[in-house]
């Protein structure tokens, strides 16, 4: 399994970006994919997860600003970050399988002025 993150970058807070992650090696149907993010001195966290389509878990704190998505098709993942604020700031990380399975190497996201 093989996942790359992209679409990462400086973003002034109120603003918007989309990650990506290209997916391959398996199939992915039936599979939590899911975006984590760890900001600095923090643990990793479960951002949003989506299965077969269907969103599963969506974190309280980016309800109504971000959502995930799969295209399935082409075996992206993405999310999309509207409204980012400061406490946004963080590496994103692709994810199949939870904890114990499959990582992407991170893209890093700063919310700044």
């Known amino acids: 399994v093989r996942l790359a993150e992209s679409g990462g970058g400086l973003v002034q807070p109120g603003g918007s970006l989309r990650l990506a992650c290209s997916a391959s090696?398996?199939?992915?149907?039936?599979?939590?994919m899911n975006w984590y993010r760890q900001a600095p001195g923090m643990q990793r966290e479960l951002v949003a997860q989506?299965?077969?389509?269907?969103?599963?878990f969506l974190d309280g704190s980016v309800k109504g600003r971000f959502t995930i998505s799969m295209d399935n098709v082409k075996n992206i993942l993405y999310l999309q970050m509207n409204n980012l604020g400061p406490e946004d700031t963080a590496v994103y990380y692709c994810?199949?399988?939870?904890?114990?399975?499959?990582w992407g190497h991170g893209t890093q996201v700063t919310v700044s002025t």
């Open positions: 989506i299965t077969s389509g269907r969103v599963t």
């Open positions: 994810n199949v399988d939870g904890s114990l399975g499959f």
């Open positions: 090696g398996t199939d992915f149907d039936g599979r939590a």
